[in-house]
């Protein structure tokens, strides 16, 4: 009976309780719907605004950090394929910078060969792997020089009668009328081309030590001439440049550049000076270093360029003789080497010999047989007069 009641009372309460509030419970529902409906909307809302800033975000990012530098430095000339690969700090070209950018960089070319204003500095300003790619193409030996031959090359001037490499023995050499004046350039330690034969200045001047360890000051106040003769006392070292201006146009120049690797001092003195091309100034480079010589042909490609060979005692081979007319215009030989043979192996290659060194009468009639282009010599005066017409007299 007692659990009858509680089943029936607990029945009843339950139907009047759903009958009393089945208004507010459909309202409650209602507003619940309402509610989860506006939370959802803001939700979807929130979330695509987020993605929107994200990709916003993102976009800025990249614009700001990686493809503004991009544009900034490819409008700068710096390779963007670099910028891109992140090589941020090393350039893609550093290692492709041209002879030129080299010269210019470290001050020989002046500005008006930087800005490209002649034929010379046009093809100086040719980037470093065109000029690889194929040397320029050189007129024959006949063209290059029409001037009789074999010359008289003065070597070190006159130095038979005069201290070797000083202006006294370049000034013999033209009264004598040598064809051309050879002369030695070293550097000193403050980079200045300086006329002196040996790597120490100890045997011609009055001063000690090797010439690279010097600086032109010091240099500059020796003696080049005592040891010679007290007649040529204060003979001063000529700096390269000082002959330059005071030997062209009056005299061939034979340049013998004794460093392995000044030819970038050499090309940009020639350049300051207008003096790029070797015909018209009569003008030679030569040196036992084929490298640097070749190096210097593709920097002034009118220059006239020698290479020395025949140091060591032998012939150069016919694979030497290959590669060095390749690039230059001269293949100068040691007398003791030189003979009829050698000769016509260079002229076949369309290269010129010149073939030193000659110290006696004795030597020149097997030069001469032998059909060399040029007789270096201490003492103008061996080679007979009646053989040519002087180079310095065709050029006044
Ligand atoms: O002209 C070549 C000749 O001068 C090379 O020998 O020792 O006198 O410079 P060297
Ligand atoms: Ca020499």
Redesign the pocket.
Same mark, same amino acid.
């Given at each position: 009976m007692y659990v009858m009641m509680r089943k029936t009372s607990s029945t009843t309460a339950k139907s009047g309780e759903a009958t009393v509030n089945t208004p507010f419970r459909k309202a409650l529902m209602s507003l619940t719907v309402v509610v989860l409906t506006v939370i959802a909307t803001i939700t979807a809302v929130r979330q695509t605004a987020a993605r929107s800033l994200t990709a916003w975000s993102a976009a800025w990012t990249a614009s700001t950090m990686y493809l503004l530098p991009s544009v900034l430095l490819s409008a700068s000339g710096f390779p963007a394929s670099a910028t891109l690969s992140g090589r941020i700090g090393l350039p893609a070209a550093a290692d492709a910078v041209s002879p030129q950018q080299r010269l210019s960089s470290i001050g020989y070319l002046p500005s008006a060969v930087i800005t490209g204003k002649s034929r010379q500095a046009a093809a100086a300003l040719a980037p470093a792997g065109a000029a690889e790619s194929a040397e320029p193409a050189r007129p024959g030996p006949a063209d290059r020089w029409p001037f009789e031959r074999p010359w008289i090359?003065a070597?070190?001037g006159v130095s038979m009668h005069a201290p070797e490499n000083t202006f006294a023995a370049f000034d013999l050499a033209l009264r004598e009328g040598a064809d051309f004046i050879?002369l030695?350039v070293r550097r000193s330690r403050d980079g200045r081309l300086v006329v002196i034969?040996d790597a120490t200045v100890d045997r011609t001047t009055n001063g000690r030590g090797r010439v690279a360890d010097l600086p032109w000051e010091e240099l500059n106040r020796l003696d080049a001439g005592s040891w010679f003769s007290p007649a040529f006392s204060g003979q001063p070292l000529p700096l390269l440049e000082e002959v330059l201006d005071r030997y062209t146009g009056k005299i061939g120049l034979?340049v013998?550049l004794?460093e392995p690797d000044a030819e970038g001092e050499l090309a940009g003195l020639l350049i300051r000076r207008g003096l790029q091309n070797g015909l018209e100034n009569r003008l030679i480079v030569?040196s036992?270093h084929a490298d640097s010589m070749h190096r210097l042909r593709k920097l002034l490609p009118e220059l006239q360029i020698g290479v #020395?060979t025949g140091?060591t005692g032998k012939k150069p081979t016919e694979k030497d003789l290959d590669r060095f007319a390749a690039f230059a215009d001269f293949i100068?030989v040691?007398l003791d080497l030189a003979d009829a043979g050698l000769v016509r192996r260079i002229h076949e290659r369309g290269a010129l010999t #010149?073939v030193?060194?000659v110290r006696h009468a004795v030597e020149v009639g097997r030069l001469l047989q032998a059909g060399v282009d040029g007789i270096?010599t201490d003492d103008p005066a061996l080679v007979p007069r009646e053989r040519g017409q002087g180079g310095s007299r065709e050029m006044s």
């Open positions: 090359v070597h070190r050879e030695d034969h034979l013998e004794k030569q036992f #020395l140091q100068n040691r #010149l030193w060194t270096v």
